[in-house]
């Protein structure tokens, strides 16, 4: 989960970076009240939101990725990141000081920028503001969340019988508009005779059947690796009990 983050901290980071990159660490740190923030639209009020300052192993990521992509154009930023962690790992106290000690000057920096914004606001504005930053961190750990089960290999959900019929039906619409093409999907579906419509009922149940062969198996694996709060409530509960899914 903690390198998910890390990685996806990174390429959030990256920007114009290339120009301010050069050899010696202390030349490559821009000034620690330097760090930069960008239009956060909450509302028309709101105005422009300060950003978080980026941690000191992300500040240090984002300064080496475009180096060692110029030293390995083939390689993916997944195998490029996993060598600039290794190279952090590697880094003397001394040059990671230099890092954590900008992150921090930031950091105070970017307080009292948030400070100064919040006194501009009402208290209508402050409420507005809270609730969409609630919603904010709600949906970016959702996303977190979405990625580490698809890292993980959870198997996908069953679809209906719909769906499946709209997945094979889709390509073969005439042509037009995406919103065309699936309101004339969704007619010929309308259309279908219940004995037309069974065929992708069973299909559905097949695939039912298959995604619960599939979570089965998961989630032993998942307890095995210690993941337990993956796995679903009733099947914790099933186990307590004794029981088994039917």
């Excluded at 330097?34 to 300064?63: D, I, Q």
């Excluded at 790992?89 to 970017?110: F, N």
């Excluded at 559905?204 to 210690?226: C, F, L, P, Q, T």
């Amino acid at each position: 989960m903690a390198l998910l983050r890390g990685v996806w901290g990174v390429l959030s980071a990256l920007g114009k970076c290339g120009a301010d990159i050069c050899t010696g660490c202390a030349s490559r740190l821009r000034s620690p009240f330097s760090f930069a923030y960008v239009p956060r639209n909450f509302s028309s009020t709101l105005g422009t939101y300060p950003k978080k300052p980026m941690t000191s192993y992300v500040r240090f990521s984002k300064e080496q990725l475009p180096i060692f992509k110029a030293q390995n154009p083939d390689a993916k930023n997944s195998e490029l990141i996993k060598k600039i962690a290794q190279l952090w790992r590697e880094l003397p106290e001394s040059e990671k000081k230099i890092y954590e000690d900008a992150y921090r000057a930031d950091w105070q920096a970017y307080k009292e920028e948030i400070n100064r914004f919040q006194e501009q606001l009402t208290p209508s504005q402050m409420v507005s503001l809270e609730k969409e930053i609630t919603q904010k961190r709600l949906r970016k750990k959702a996303l977190i969340k979405k990625r580490e089960l698809t890292m993980l290999g959870k198997p996908k959900r069953p679809r209906s019988a719909y769906n499946i019929f709209i997945a094979e039906c889709f390509q073969e619409a005439k042509d037009g508009s995406s919103q065309v093409k699936l309101k004339t999907v969704n007619e010929n579906w309308k259309n279908l005779s219940s004995a037309q419509k069974q065929v992708y009922i069973q299909l559905a149940n097949d695939d039912k059947i298959r995604y619960y062969n599939e979570m089965k198996s998961w989630e032993e694996h998942m307890i095995e690796v210690g993941r337990n709060d993956l796995i679903r409530r009733k099947v914790k509960q099933q186990a307590k009990d004794g029981t088994e899914e039917s």
